[in-house]
């Protein structure tokens, strides 16, 4: 059984790692996928695996038109609009002292004034469906912090608190909003970060209660499950999926 026949998304930081594995997985569920990023967005067209059901849209989610030209493209090529992955981010570690004003704001455009401004964007859409989903893309770094983290977990955070609003601002609409907070999943982000510190990849692996780093493939499901019938009443939460990594201090 397909979980969500029928339904259309808009997945953004598409291309690659968890945006990626997300299409994948609502495209084998039955859901038609506007997929959004910066980069180029011909190879998930090539994939045999995505016949039907995928329209794609290169652009920059931190220029001030793009909200419009992503509802504009989900109206055209979808007809509407039921489920809204917020997933493009940046990853950043720097101690407060080296973090200039740019790059500073440069984490916080992307990972939290974007999400602010296609959420608002999005709201009339999903107003117009029967089951409209908000799912934003947090961390663990949404409820915890660390040394060099402060953007990004400012940024998290900052998910988490305008998730909580959105749930309770649009429930009168039978609209939910939650985010999902990864642990340690081996992407491009993460990849980079082993390869500057490489004592970070056991660091996360003996973290993890389940001994290992996550997969993009272990985050899809957990979308799956938010945008379809089985999460109808799930709305206003954090769900973590980061192999038990933050059970234990
Ligand atoms: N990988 C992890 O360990 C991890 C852990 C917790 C949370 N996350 C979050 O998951 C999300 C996805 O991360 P990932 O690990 O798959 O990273 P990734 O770097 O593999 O993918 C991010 C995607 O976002 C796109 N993107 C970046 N800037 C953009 C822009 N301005 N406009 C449009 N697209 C843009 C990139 O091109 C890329 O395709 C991020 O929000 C990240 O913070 C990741």
Known sequence: MQLLCGRSAIITGAAQGIGRAM???FIEQGATVLAV???????LLDADAHPKGLHVLQLDITQP??????????????GGLDILINNAGIASFMPI????????????????????????????????????????????MSTFGGAG???YAASKHGVA?????LASELGEFAITANFIQPGAI???????SIQQYPQMEAFWRDKA???????????APVAVFLASDLGAFVSGTGLVADGGAMQAP
Request: charged share 25%.
């Open 209 to 219: 209660a389940l001994g290992r780093w996550g997969e993009p493939s272990d985050i």
């Open 65 to 78: 038109a793009a909200p419009e030209r992503i509802m504009r493209a989900a109206s055209e090529r979808m």
């Open 97 to 140: 002292t080296e973090t200039s004003d740019t790059a500073w704001d440069e984490v916080l455009a992307l990972n939290l004034s974007s999400v602010f401004r296609i959420c608002r964007d999005a709201v009339p859409l999903l107003k117009a469906s029967s089951s409209g989903r908000i799912i934003n893309i947090g961390s663990v």
């Open 23 to 25: 299409v994948d997985s």
């Open 186 to 192: 081996l992407t491009e982000i993460t990849r980079g």
């Open 37 to 43: 990023d910066i980069k180029p967005l011909d190879g």
């Open 149 to 151: 983290l402060s953007a």
């Open 161 to 165: 608190g305008l998730t909580k609003c």
